[in-house]
RNA sequence: CGGGGAGUGGCGCAGCCUGGUAGCGCACCUGUUUUGGGUACAGGGGGUCGCAAGUUCGAAUCUUGUCUCCCCGACCA
């Protein structure tokens, strides 16, 4: 087998954290940005992101829910008035003290003691407080009922430790907020959100995914119940990619959120909430990328065909042939449909050496890429690499198909479908592969991870779903092994065994696994 | 926030121990060459060494402080 010369210098099996940042550097999503925590998001991350909100925005408008914008500045006194979500946030929150600075004196600018606030403002870690005082003036009667909100928005959490997009301490994101009348409506509510996500990751980012229902003690501060999407990473390690909260009448309580019913009386709502964030950026690296870099599903790629045309620079009148050629192959190209939409292609004719674009373009991880080079042109055809099939085995080189202009535009639509869903399928097999099921007991459990298996991957387990200490003390055994309870699955097989940490009659099955 | 490591042209690094105003590879620019796959050769531009203060005749090199990043932990989308 021939040695593959791979774009980028650091292999995932070799070190996996340190392969991720290549890749982000590499594909040229993001950068440092020297304020602690926070990252530059670039033109091909964005345009990711761009993507990702303009499906989903698509999906939760399907849904009835409508955008709104809310400050971002949340009075502190908000926050005090839900005892567990203040709890949950006060430690990594930034604060607002002052209004004005001054000079002073030696050359520095200092908050002006004069301009302190009278009551400080929170940067919002995310929005229920002062959603909730929206929805106390917007919700009367049972005919506002529910009341169905959503908004794209900057939210900060002062983190202690941060990976680009996996935990920056801005992230972007989409937070819903809703309201109901009662707790059935609301739960369905949750569960339809994270009905949204399952189908957002797998068929937007070819993401597979576990819903389930996240244990007491990883619930939002403040929730009833926390339902998630937990996605694999080729690491074996676990990304909580979106979570869907029932806050049952917490937030209502807390903001005096009531209506008055069809018969007349005065009873509070029950709501919901649910978000997901460009940490969907980070799953979509660590699940399609490889040691070539990154490999965008098409769904989601800024530009899903990248056209090089490969110009001499010295013969203007062939280099403007060439471009001609290439333009009308874009044209094609553009007319052609994916995934319902226009397919999104790019004719790159800046200057520089085809050669050395197209590996931008491979760490990109632009799905298709077409070289068109004279030969080409007087062929009638073109040099085209999908970059899930990117090398020949064989010989080692990039892998090469040459169809005709025509049969390259036509059929372009089928290949990007036929990418988005193989990537789905590759990380299916692997996400599959790497549950191990049926582990009886936590002797088994701290075997499994201390085994020679590099990735252990996740495993199943049942539990009796204990409360309180009894939790607390089952969450210390996993603490020692690293371990973290990921959710209950939704639709796992019924329990038929022992719970691991008590040794009692088992009530459902959870999955463990370490995590982002 | 605790433990460890690191900040030197766009990127990756050497120099620092044994102070004397900066070097390599890639990238970039120019020219020649090559021309179907990350071409080769030659020439060239760009940094005052994270920031601040101190020691010194002199600091990238020593001291102190501070900011940022990476790894491990605690916390979390």
């Not at 018969?263 to 660590?286: D, F, K, N, P, Y």
């Not at 169809?403 to 097999?429: K, N, T, V, Y």
């Not at 590099?454 to 204990?466: D, H, I, L, S």
Request: charged share 25%.
């Amino acid at each position: 087998m021939p040695e593959i010369r791979h774009a980028l210098t650091k292999k995932r099996e070799d070190d996996f954290a340190a392969w991720y940042q290549e890749v982000i550097t590499a594909a040229d999503m993001a950068e440092e940005s020297g304020v602690r925590g926070c990252m530059v998001i670039k033109p091909w991350g964005y345009g990711i992101w761009e993507r990702i909100q303009r499906l989903l925005d698509d999906r939760i408008k399907a849904a009835g829910v409508q955008n709104c914008y809310f400050p971002i500045f949340i009075p502190l006194a908000n926050f005090e008035r839900e005892a567990e979500h203040v709890e949950g946030f006060a430690k990594e929150m930034a604060v607002v003290t002052h209004h004005r600075l001054i000079n002073d004196g030696y050359g520095k600018l200092i908050p002006d003691p004069a301009a302190k606030l009278e009551e400080p403002l929170v940067v919002r870690p995310t929005s229920e407080t002062i959603i909730g005082d929206a929805m106390a003036r917007w919700v009367q009667s049972w005919r506002d009922l529910p009341l169905l909100t959503n908004q794209w928005a900057n939210v900060v959490r002062w983190e202690m430790r941060t990976r680009m997009f996996l935990r920056t301490s801005e992230f972007l994101w989409q937070e819903g907020h809703t309201a109901h009348a009662t707790r059935d409506e609301a739960e369905s509510e949750t569960k339809r959100a994270l009905e949204m996500y399952r189908a957002c990751a797998e068929e937007d980012l070819a993401m597979p995914v576990i819903t389930g229902e996240k244990p007491e003690n990883e619930r939002f501060p403040g929730a009833v119940e926390t339902w998630s999407i937990e996605a694999m990473m080729q690491d074996g390690k676990a990304l909580q990619a979106g979570t869907s909260h029932y806050l049952g009448t917490n937030f209502s309580e807390a903001a005096g959120i009531k209506y008055q019913s069809q018969e007349g009386q005065e009873a509070l709502c029950h709501t919901t909430s649910w978000g997901v964030s460009t940490r969907m950026i980070g799953g979509v690296i660590m699940t399609h990328g490889d040691d070539d870099g990154l490999r965008v599903p098409p769904a989601i790629a800024p530009q899903q065909v990248v056209i090089l045309p490969m110009l001499r620079g010295k013969d203007e009148e062939a280099d403007a042939a060439l471009t001609a050629y290439c333009d009308e192959l874009r044209g094609m190209i553009a007319a052609q449909t994916a995934l319902g939409e226009r397919v999104r292609v790019l004719l790159d004719t800046r200057p520089g050496k085809a050669a050395a674009k197209r590996w931008d373009y491979v760490r990109k991880g632009a799905p298709i890429v077409i070289e068109v080079g004279s030969r080409d042109m007087e062929a009638g055809v073109v040099s085209l690499i999908r970059r899930d099939q990117l090398w020949n085995m064989e010989t080692g080189k990039a892998n090469y198909q040459t169809p005709s202009r025509e049969e390259a535009a036509a059929g372009i639509g089928a290949m990007l479908e036929d990418i988005q869903s193989a990537l789905f399928s590759q990380a299916a097999a692997r996400r599959d592969a790497n549950i191990t099921r049926n582990v009886g007991s936590i002797d088994d459990v701290a075997a499994h991870y201390s085994g020679d298996a590099k990735y252990p991957g996740w495993v199943e387990v049942q539990w009796a779903k204990p409360t309180g200490a009894a939790l607390e003390k089952a969450v210390e055994t996993l603490k020692e092994h690293k371990l973290t309870i990921r959710n209950v699955p939704i639709g796992a097989e019924p329990a038929d065994g022992a719970c691991i940490f008590t040794g009692g009659p088992a009530v459902e099955r959870i999955l463990l696994a370490r995590s982002y």
